[in-house]
């Protein structure tokens, strides 16, 4: 009886054991390469605030710290300036609505007063460095990092990064990230696609 007890109490511990070994995240790869897709805001001096999406890859080097992103189609939909002089905007707290005809003085469709929307397209590089590592957020293990960039154009700027980046290996990655340069503030979430998924 007491070596039946010894026995189930040892497989217990063990299975025990091996549950939580499951239950430990899986080591960061030294190494990966992630097809990359982000959605987020952006505010451009003498353009206002938009929508940003940026499109390209990203490469995380574990052992140096360091992780790379290209930025290869990096879009913004900003309202353009297209406006007709017909309409204009109110601001009275008890108006039906924040647009109005100057020949009719009614209360139109709020789209009456917008200018469109323009589509600038960029690209951008940028190197960044791990400085915190084994961050929890919200039961994602992760990275703080920071660096610098270059955004090609619509502005042509250098830039400020910080941002939290986690991976679950050969699987996803994302993460959050702030960017400011001269002209332009951004900040939106990302998220990649493992690309040895595909090898």
């Known amino acids: 009886m007491l070596a039946a007890l010894v026995v189930a109490l040892s497989s217990t511990a063990l299975c025990a054991q091996e549950a939580d070994e499951a239950l430990q995240p899986l080591p960061a790869p030294s190494r990966s390469l992630y097809a990359s897709l982000g959605i987020g805001f952006i505010n451009i001096d003498q353009r206002g605030p938009g929508v940003r999406a940026p499109l390209g890859f990203v490469a995380a080097f574990n052992r140096q710290r360091l992780i790379a992103r290209a930025t290869l189609l990096d879009l913004s939909f900003l309202e353009g300036d297209n406006r007709d002089a017909r309409y204009a905007r109110s601001f009275s707290a008890y108006a039906p609505s924040n647009c109005y005809d100057t020949q009719t003085n009614y209360y139109v469709s709020n789209y009456r007063c917008s200018g469109g929307t323009d589509l600038l397209g960029s690209a951008s590089a940028e190197l960044n460095y791990v400085v915190l590592r084994d961050v929890w957020l919200s ?30 290996p050969r699987q996803s990655s994302g993460g959050v990230q702030l960017l400011i340069g001269r002209g332009f503030v951004g900040f939106g979430l990302l998220w990649g696609y493992d690309l040895r998924r595909l090898f």
Request: aromatic residues 24%.
């Open 139 to 168: 039961e994602h293990q992760g990275q703080v990092f920071a660096g610098a960039g270059w955004r090609w154009k619509s502005p042509r700027s250098a830039y400020g990064s910080i941002g939290f980046f986690f991976e679950r």
